[in-house]
Nanobody, 118 residues
Framework: QVQLVESGGGLVQPGGSLRLSCVAS????????MAWYRQAPGKERELVAS???????YYADSGKGRFTISRDNAKNTVYLQMNNLKPEDTAVYYC????????????WGQGTQVTVSS
């Protein structure tokens, strides 16, 4: 059973930075594409960024130029570096794994709260 454990969320002022981490277990990490999603109150969960097994990255328009997704296969960890944070980035951020691009294998972490406020 895949387990994903996120950390690194918190309260930050506008313009600040946070780095989220997600450690995976119960799977061969190298075989999984990884992604970060977020869900704000009253809104649907949305994709923030993703990284393939070959480290090809994708960013939603909301995070382009501010967010960087990366992975460390030796540590079974995916990161999301978030810079120049805005109040609209406030949400619960979820880590997602997908084995061999098969949606039926999606696994989710428990989420970590990010609040951007002065």
């Amino acid at each position: 059973q895949v387990q994903l454990v996120e950390s690194g969320g918190g309260l930050v002022q506008p313009g600040g930075s946070l780095r989220l981490s997600c450690v995976a277990s119960g799977t061969v990490f190298n075989w999984n594409s990884m992604a970060w999603y977020r869900q704000a109150p009253g809104k649907e969960r949305e994709l923030v960024a993703s990284i393939t097994t070959g480290s090809t990255t994708y960013y939603a328009d909301s995070g382009k130029g501010r967010f960087t997704i990366s992975r460390d296969n030796a540590k079974n960890t995916v990161y999301l570096q978030m810079n120049n944070l805005k109040p609209e980035d406030t949400a619960v951020y979820y880590c997602n794994s997908r084995l061999w691009n098969a949606p039926e294998t999606d696994s989710w972490g428990q989420g970590t709260q990010v609040t951007v406020s002065s």
